[in-house]
């Protein structure tokens, strides 16, 4: 069974940084696809990067050059460093593992004031 738990959210300023992380349980999280969404209030839940079990990464456009996706498989965790935050990356954001199932993790709430 696979759990995943965010951390890292918080209240930040225009320009600022934040690091979420994503603890992975189980034993196929080296091998599996990962992914952060994000859901702004009131609206959809949307892809934000990606990073495959290789390392390979993509990301939307509008977060590129600014958020970096990496993992670190020895310790099952799944991370996104946010720079330059923006008000309109204020979301809840949740890392996803990718497998025949897709598992979710709760969310963390990240606020960007202007």
């Known amino acids: 069974q696979v759990q995943l738990r965010e951390s890292g959210g918080g209240l930040v300023q225009a320009g600022e940084s934040l690091r979420l992380s994503c603890a992975a349980s189980?034993?196929?999280?080296?091998?599996?696809?990962m992914r952060w969404y994000r859901q702004p209030h009131g609206k959809e839940r949307e892809l934000v990067a990606s990073i495959t079990s290789d390392g390979v990464t993509d990301y939307i456009d509008s977060v590129k050059g600014r958020f970096t996706i990496s993992r670190d498989n020895a310790k099952n965790t799944l991370y996104l460093q946010m720079n330059s935050l923006k008000p309109e990356d204020s979301a809840v954001y949740y890392c996803?593992?990718?497998?025949?199932?897709?598992?979710w993790g709760r969310g963390v709430l990240v606020t960007v004031h202007s």
């Open positions: 996803a593992l990718h497998e025949l199932t897709t598992y």
């Open positions: 189980g034993d196929i999280f080296s091998v599996s696809l």
